[in-house]
């Protein structure tokens, strides 16, 4: 890690001597010989670094950042981001980790037009703060989940709370329950649910004997009416419910292990909604039937969308209940079959086998430190799970990032930084390699990152490279410790190169997206602490910082002239262009959906390009869903110096 770094200063420090004349001729004039004091010198200096990392020299090789101030009324914290088939960027904050606008039910989305003059804020109908989402095969957005309730810290806990397991036992109805239902104990203390809740029929089933009612059941997160020690209670017992008569008042009723003054955890909602590109606005689709705050959605091959882990209504995490959305009836079903435990956010892939997953080890924040952290495959028919070995620092997973290293068809995953468990401050520089397709697939080991690293943005980019950027070395960016970095990971070398640094720290709650013209934009950025010491309280990072990688410094972008709008998988594409003969490769390249450094939804395909006449190529899109996933795809061109096109989007049907 030292040697990179040293390197690239060395690097830098170099350039700047053999161009030091230069530079010199340039600034003595202007700032020297008028005020010879120390903040000229500096200003001498900031000089010569902006004429230094703007240069054609440096770009060539670094690329380089530019910061985008957008108007205050259009400054959104950017939990989530995604890249709609418009070419426009979705920003979802929700109420944006902001206790006082989730208080105000103020819940915020923009819409981000790069192209400009079209940006604007979306009513957003939930809090979707902590959602996770997926794009469905007709280009909308799923997103599903975020936040009921925000945390209450150890000690700040006012009210005995906790979950209460309601049961009906009446097979032939339901019941709705409003917010505020009252709960009695059987020594008489009360308690009242924070939100409103349904408890389902029971469910009879027939038996030899007769009939067989299993009593249904929902959970709710109740409060005590008085404050203090004085609603807690250690003890499992069974509760009534204030207003029920007759046989309801028998068949309905409370259970709760226990009520306390602990620590309250962010609690989960099961609203969803589809962001509708076109209409530019959210329609609500089925609830889950699940409340999940950190859920992943992973999307599969057939166009169904797997919601797994998360926290539930109480603030507990979801022991394995994972369900499956289908597109073509808008609605969740309970999986029982794909019972399975991961931590929040887990990244999981779809691999080019179908019904396998790979889960890598990332993920992003809750869950004990000793279940389900290690990667492996895991195979959905029989509900299986295969671990892999070899990760190193497997302890430090947490706020790792993911993401398949180069093209799809080569199905290799890189695992990226990451940190340890909960608000610990130890962090790592791994980088770890794993190829799927070997026959007993291990993480084998990657160059190092120039710096331990939490929350790492990984962005894939049409010339198979990716850009590692962002992150900071402790929790949530403490101690001021925000990394001002970025490096170039080399699939086909598996080696890593310094590019040029972001000047915006950016660690939890960031992300990083490649835009259809090969920049990368990246945005967000959530620190605890704004100074040194860690005393002052951090504003969320509302600055955006565009990426331009250094291949759009080396020639003009090959053009695509004219590309089909829809195609078909395992169908040839012809696309037009007037640089046919310095085409080398093209790629499909899935638009991101970031969070919380995860992001399942990046992937490059590649193309096999055959060359017809007069400026035409023939792209064979691959049959396999596997590895094209219906949806909207990029469509870049590269020509042999590494250059991409500007993007056309692709409708993969
Ligand atoms: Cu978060
Ligand atoms: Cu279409």
Known sequence: MKSLVQSRVRG???????????????????????????????????????????????????????????????????????????????????????????????????????????SRLIPTPSDLFCSGHAFLPDGKLLVAGGTQRYEVLDGKVTKAAGG?????????????????????APDGRKYKATTAFTVPPAVKTIIPEGAKVTPSQTTVFVESETDGPAGVTAKAAQYTIT???????????????????????????????????????????????????????????????????????????????????????????????????????????????????????????????????VPGFWNLQGNTFEPVTGLRDPDLMETSGSAFAGPVQGQKVIVVGGGGVGESNRSTTRIDVIDLKA???????GPGLPAPT????????????????????????????????????????????????????????????????????????????????????????????????????HGPQPVITTAPTEAKLGTSMAVTTPDAGAIAAARLIRPSAATHATDLEQRSVILPVAKGSGGALDLRIPGDPTIVPPGYYMLFLVDKAGVPSVAKWVHVT
């Open 243 to 373: 207003g029920l008569a007759g046989p309801d008042a028998n068949n309905l009723y409370g259970l709760a292990q226990k009520l306390t003054l602990d620590k309250q955890d962010f609690q989960g909602i099961a609203d969803t909604y589809e962001f509708d590109p076109v209409a530019e606005r959210y329609v609500k689709v089925g609830d889950m039937v699940e409340k999940r705050w950190y859920p992943s959605l992973v999307g599969l091959p057939g166009g169904d969308v797997l919601a797994v882990s998360g926290l539930d209504g109480t603030g507990t995490i979801l022991p394995g209940q994972n369900e499956v959305f289908d597109p073509s009836t808008k609605r969740w079903t309970e999986r029982p079959d794909l019972f399975r435990y991961f931590p929040t956010y887990p990244a999981l892939f779809q691999t080019a086998v179908p019904g396998r997953l790979f889960y890598s080890g990332s993920n992003a924040g809750y869950g004990p430190a000793d279940a389900g952290r």
């Open 164 to 184: 209460m397991v309601v049961k009906n036992e009446n097979p032939d109805k339901g019941h709705a329950f409003e917010k505020g239902t009252e709960f009695v």
């Open 439 to 445: 026959s007993k697939p291990t993480f084998t080991p």
């Open 454 to 553: 939490r929350y790492p943005n990984v962005v894939q980019l049409p010339n198979d490279d990716l850009l590692i950027s962002n992150g900071s070395r402790d929790y949530r960016g403490k101690g001021q410790s925000d990394l001002l970095l970025a490096s170039l990971y080399h699939p086909s070398t598996n080696t890593l190169s310094p590019a040029a640094d972001p000047t915006v720290g950016r660690d939890y709650h960031a992300e990083g997206i490649l835009m259809p013209n090969g920049q990368v934009m990246t945005l967000g950025g959530n620190a605890l602490f704004s100074d040194p010491a860690d005393t002052k309280t951090a504003k969320f990072e509302k600055r955006l910082e565009i990426y331009t990688p250094p291949y759009l410094f």
């Open 12 to 118: 830098v420090v170099r350039w700047i001597r053999t161009r030091r004349k230069l530079v010199t001729l340039v600034t003595l004039p202007t700032f020297l010989l008028a005020v010879n004091v120390p903040p000229a010198v500096a200003l001498v200096a900031d000089f010569e670094h902006d004429q230094l990392i703007h240069s054609a020299d440096y770009t060539a090789q670094y690329g380089r950042w530019d910061v985008i101030d957008l108007p205050e009324d259009l400054q959104v914290n950017a939990i989530h981001a995604a890249l709609l088939p418009t070419g426009k960027l979705l920003i979802v904050a929700g109420s944006g980790n902001d206790q006082a606008s989730f208080d105000a039910g103020t819940f915020r989305t923009l819409l981000y037009d790069p192209a400009g003059g079209q």
